[in-house]
């Protein structure tokens, strides 16, 4: 059933009251994916500390809502974190505050996503323009190496 603006509600009794988006809207295509904003991939270095741990590690995406933290050592899903992040052109590390939404504990490949929480109107402002910046810095891709 279409609900308008892309939206459409399963008939189907596997999939009652799940709501897809229309395959021809521009939003995400993947109904899991609850993130409000598109993540870039980059590679900083970072540092995690929570309750439980104190870790190096990198960041390979980010977005102004949230990031992916690799490391070896894995947090439990819901803790509360903070994390610097070592962004290029900055003098001090940028010092965020968030939960662990998520976990990949996939050998070589393991690390938590992690949603920010309270970050400042600085911050935020910060992120958006990394991000910009990294898409329109990230090479195109031709083919050719």
């Not at 609900?3 to 009251?17: A, D, E, I, K, M």
């Not at 109904?31 to 995690?48: G, L, N, P, W």
């Not at 309750?51 to 992916?68: A, I, K």
Request: charged share 25%.
């Amino acid at each position: 059933m279409f609900l308008g603006n892309g939206v459409f509600r399963s008939n189907s009794p596997h999939t009652w009251g799940r709501v897809f988006m229309d395959p021809t809207s521009t939003r995400p295509a993947n109904r899991y994916d609850q993130r409000r904003a598109s993540r870039v991939r980059v590679h900083f270095s970072a540092r995690y500390a929570s309750t439980n741990l104190n870790l190096e590690g990198h960041v390979t995406d980010v977005s102004p809502d949230g990031l992916f933290f690799c490391s070896d050592y894995l947090d439990d899903q819901g803790e509360v974190a903070r994390v610097w992040v070592d962004v290029p052109d900055r003098a001090d590390p940028l010092e965020l505050r968030g939960e662990v939404r998520w976990v990949n504990d996939a050998p070589h490949a393991g690390g938590m996503g992690i949603k920010f929480i309270d970050v400042s109107l600085e911050d935020r402002a910060l992120l958006s323009t990394l991000t910009a910046v990294e898409l329109v810095e990230r090479p195109s891709q031709t083919g050719n190496a």
